[in-house]
């Protein structure tokens, strides 16, 4: 069986104070890759440290080689803080963060900022022993589940394959070179640019821990672990339809009218055929009701009444809709 412990990183920040970082540790005993998995880079976005607590679970019992390196709570403070970023009030928008993006500043620095000085100790304590990295965040619950590979780096396709999500939208290069990342970055463009393999997980809904989503995660973070054979069997899902978003055709649905907005029991990721009802609208000038239908058959990349900032303001989530609020967005797989 291999060891697992948990250990801190202990930072001293201008603005929070001291803050310890808590980390797991599982370790086989034998030579092999190591994993790092992180999550909570932003304090609304907590389905990740659950896929995480599953995972480390699981290796802590069967790890045969290799170690794991697991971050539940990246940017702790802004965890309780309940919001984006550290310095996020009420319904700031994910923009406006002061400098405080927690994952567009790696590999952080030693006298900046609170977040700034949170990537530098977690990046100096972890990052640089690991080979992986399974980032892990939440984005608004009308987005689909997704992976986010970069495009231009075969290793972290290849993760982007194997995690057998319901959607994958690669992602362009950011400037670096092959071994040298133009900094400061994410934290999987940092492991993409230097050599190693990152992927990125989008699960869907924040300020919630969701069980398909955790189990959507949990399946990715093991799929991973068994490519790379620490953990025993083979990844999972596989035979499962990936959407690759570069190649589908994604159509907007948008209200015709103003109206309410009801949904007809459907999720993101569902598969619907064209003419199936997506819901309806019930007007709010003469009360008629005008049903929506999906225009194309494919998987729900987005399904909801919504606008902007709809990850901080509960008005951008109202299923009332103005003529043109997007409804859903079908995305219709390239013919292989």
Same mark, same amino acid.
């Given at each position: 069986m291999a060891e697992t412990r948990v250990g801190h990183i202990n930072v001293e920040l201008p603005q929070c104070g001291s803050v310890a970082i808590p980390y797991w540790e599982v370790e086989s005993g034998q030579d092999g890759p190591c994993?790092?998995?992180?999550?909570?880079?932003?304090?609304?976005?907590?389905? *990740?440290?659950?896929?995480i607590r599953?995972?480390? @679970? +699981?290796?802590?019992?069967?790890?045969? #080689?290799?170690?794991?390196?697991?971050?539940?709570?990246?940017?702790?403070?802004?965890?309780?803080?309940r919001r984006h970023h550290i310095t996020s009030?009420?319904?700031?928008?994910?923009?406006?963060?002061?400098?405080?993006?927690?994952?567009?500043?790696?590999?952080?620095?030693?006298? *900046?900022?609170?977040?700034?000085?949170?990537?530098? @100790? +977690?990046?100096?304590?972890?990052?640089? #022993?690991?080979t992986h990295c399974l980032d892990i965040h939440s984005w608004e619950r009308f987005g689909a589940t997704a992976c986010l590979p970069r495009k231009d780096r075969p290793r972290s396709m290849e993760l982007a394959r194997i995690s057998a999500m319901p959607f994958a939208a690669p992602q362009p290069g950011r400037g670096g070179t092959e071994t040298e990342p133009k900094v400061p970055c994410t934290?999987?463009?940092?492991?993409?640019?230097?050599?190693?393999?990152?992927?990125?997980?989008e699960l869907s809904g924040q300020y919630v821990v969701l069980e398909k989503e955790v189990r959507r995660g949990l399946r990715a973070a093991l799929n991973i672990a068994r490519f790379l054979e620490m953990l025993p069997g083979a990844?999972?899902?596989?035979?499962?339809?990936?959407?690759?978003?570069?190649?589908?055709?994604?159509?907007?649905v948008r209200a015709?009218?103003?109206?309410?907005?009801?949904?007809?029991g459907l999720e993101t990721c569902d598969w619907v055929e064209a003419g199936q009802p997506l819901g309806h609208l019930l007007s709010d000038v003469d009360l008629s009701v005008t049903p929506i239908l999906a225009p194309v058959s494919g998987r729900l990349r987005g399904y909801g009444c919504h606008r902007m900032h709809a990850?901080?303001?509960?008005?951008?989530?109202?299923?009332y809709a103005s003529e043109g609020d997007s409804l859903a967005a079908i995305a219709t797989p390239a013919q292989e």
């Open positions: 994993f790092l998995l992180t999550a909570a880079q932003h304090g609304n976005e907590v389905q *990740g440290p659950e896929v599953r995972f480390v @679970a +699981i290796a802590g019992q069967h790890l045969k #080689r290799g170690s794991v390196l697991a971050v539940p709570f990246c940017n702790l403070p802004a965890v309780r803080n009030g009420p319904e700031t928008a994910y923009r406006d963060d002061g400098g405080q993006n927690m994952n567009r500043t790696w590999p952080g620095k030693a006298d *900046g900022n609170d977040t700034e000085r949170l990537s530098y @100790a +977690i990046y100096h304590a972890l990052v640089t #022993r690991a934290i999987n463009v940092y492991f993409n640019d230097s050599g190693r393999a990152g992927l990125t997980i990844p999972e899902g596989l035979d499962e339809p990936t959407v690759w978003l570069d190649r589908a055709t994604v159509v907007e015709p009218a103003s109206g309410l907005f009801v949904e007809a990850d901080v303001a509960l008005p951008a989530m109202h299923p």
